[in-house]
Nanobody, 119 residues
Framework: QVQLVESGGGLVQPGGSLRLSCAAS????????MGWYRQVPGKQRELVAR???????NYADSVKGRFTISRDNAKNTVYLQMNSLKPEDTVVYYC?????????????WGQGTQVTVSS
């Protein structure tokens, strides 16, 4: 009964900006880490950015200085601000959250949102 709903993907020109949002809802007690991953066809899903409840972050080297992850704990929402976008950023992005339901922690994923960077 937990869902992660993503929004904000779309088409942008190189050098442009985009902001992704992901809101968690349902029968959850608490949320630990949240983050964003992306997956190129034929490759394993890779970390883009991750953030703890307290705001500690880490980023993939390829996006450091360009992307910023943030969260609003009151809204159970995580954001990814993407600046200076490059064609190689074109991929499906997936929201991630580690969520407590009842007595168990589990990993949950959004449905994915397409980002396309093209002129």
């Amino acid at each position: 009964q937990v869902q992660l709903v993503e929004s904000g993907g779309g088409l942008v020109q190189p050098g442009g900006s985009l902001r992704l949002s992901c809101a968690a809802s349902g029968s959850l007690i608490a949320i630990n880490d949240m983050g964003w991953y992306r997956q190129v066809p034929g490759k394993q899903r890779e970390l883009v950015a991750r953030i703890t409840t307290g705001g500690r972050t880490n980023y993939a080297d390829s996006v450091k200085g360009r992307f910023t992850i943030s969260r609003d704990n009151a809204k159970n929402t995580v954001y990814l601000q993407m600046n200076s976008l490059k064609p190689e950023d074109t991929v499906v992005y997936y929201c991630y959250a580690r969520i407590l339901r009842g007595s168990f922690w589990g990993d949950y994923w959004g449905q994915g949102t397409q980002v396309t960077v093209s002129s």
